[in-house]
């Protein structure tokens, strides 16, 4: 985009965390916008949902469901807002959101740091019947006794205000909260939240690139067996395969195309681990269509990015989704339904 590659340098002379606070208040005043008309080829039903384009952003952009109308006006065909914790937090200590450059990534150490649940079930309220996908991901607060209930107080806050509720246990960055992903853990808090929701809302399951064989056959199976909707694959990584960047040391989360190949990897593992039982979502290094047409045909019903917007700037997912529907007319598909899987 020529005109993001001009204000770029000045976007990265500020400190992360600003540069993107600004964003986010920027793209609030869009929040009546319009959502630009997409190409009818790229519509698909996913968990009962009518997504227009398969391209969404991901959770950790809009924390506290500031500007989710701003972001389905840059042609994203989803919002996924949060992550929200039932009370607020501030977060962890400053620096904790770093711009590896050279490496084209981000390293996080956020902790969830949000306004909480009812403050944001309060903007969302207000924007009902404006139309556009919007999810909301929740988490537990890091001081919490009970995680699970924390969970559980989530679904029943955000329910009434969601399109679809992901449940996140896999961010490196509250302490122990990964091991939920175990598979007793996990399937106590999959019942439990399964048991909390009164409607259909679509509950989603966001896991960790970092898992043994084990642990994928694990995890597919609790799904499988307490009916989530789908599978979000995958989050931030706490490997750290080969950076050139002077912030590669930090600790955290790192996001951004080192991620890819991994990304790419678990999203095949839990295709087989479900025998494509449950929809899968890939998140993981996407900043191209030729990236999300990968994920596509490994399996992926829809695609998430965040980290990528860094780099390539707002028009990004208006981008990809007109490559999506120029490489489906190309390879001779009707609908995006099609491609999944092909590869």
Same mark, same amino acid.
Do not use: C, M, W
């Given at each position: 985009m020529p005109a993001? /590659?001009?204000?770029?340098?000045? &976007?990265?002379?500020?400190?992360?965390?600003?540069?993107? #606070?600004?964003? &986010? #208040?920027?793209?609030?005043?869009?929040?009546? %916008?319009?959502?630009? %008309?997409? =190409?009818?080829?790229?519509?698909s039903r996913v968990a009962g949902l009518d997504f227009p384009n398969p391209v969404g952003l991901a959770a950790g952009f809009d924390k506290d469901a500031a500007c989710p109308g701003g972001i389905l006006g840059l042609g994203f065909g989803f919002a996924e807002v949060g992550t929200l914790t039932p009370r607020p937090q501030a977060g962890n200590p400053r620096p904790r959101l770093f711009r590896l450059v050279e490496d084209r990534a981000v390293i996080n150490r956020m902790g969830f740091n949000n306004g909480g649940q009812a403050a944001a079930r309060a903007r969302l309220s207000a924007r009902r019947g404006r139309g556009g996908i919007v999810g909301v991901n929740i988490g537990a607060n890091k001081d919490s006794e009970d995680r699970i209930a924390d969970y559980v107080a989530g679904v029943r806050t955000m329910e009434p205000v969601a =399109?679809?509720?992901? &449940?996140?246990?896999? /961010?490196?960055n509250t302490p122990g909260l990964r091991a939920l992903q175990s598979r007793a853990s996990l399937d106590d808090l999959l019942a439990r939240v399964v048991e909390a929701r009164t409607g259909t809302t679509p509950i989603f399951l966001k896991v960790a690139p970092d898992l043994e064989p084990a642990d994928i056959e694990d995890i597919a199976a609790v799904v499988v067996a307490r009916g989530i909707d789908a599978l979000i694959v995958a989050n931030t990584t706490i490997g750290r395969p080969a950076l050139t960047s002077r912030h590669a040391g930090e600790t955290g989360g790192l996001s951004g195309a080192p991620l890819r190949e991994l990304a790419l990897q678990r999203l095949r593992d839990f295709r087989a681990a479900t025998n494509g039982a449950v929809p899968l979502i890939a998140a993981g290094g996407i900043d191209s269509a030729d990236a999300a047409w990968a994920r596509i045909g490994a399996g992926a019903s829809l695609v998430q990015l965040y980290s990528a917007l860094v780099y390539e700037g707002p028009g990004l997912a208006q981008r990809i989704a007109t490559g999506l529907a120029e490489r489906l007319r190309a390879a001779g598909y009707a609908t995006l339904r099609e491609a999944v899987g092909t590869e």
């Open positions: 993001y /590659s001009l204000l770029r340098p000045l &976007v990265f002379r500020l400190d992360a965390e600003r540069a993107h #606070r600004l964003t &986010v #208040r920027a793209l609030a005043l869009q929040n009546g %916008k319009a959502a630009p %008309k997409q =190409d009818p080829i790229l519509t =399109d679809y509720l992901t &449940v996140n246990i896999s /961010s490196p």
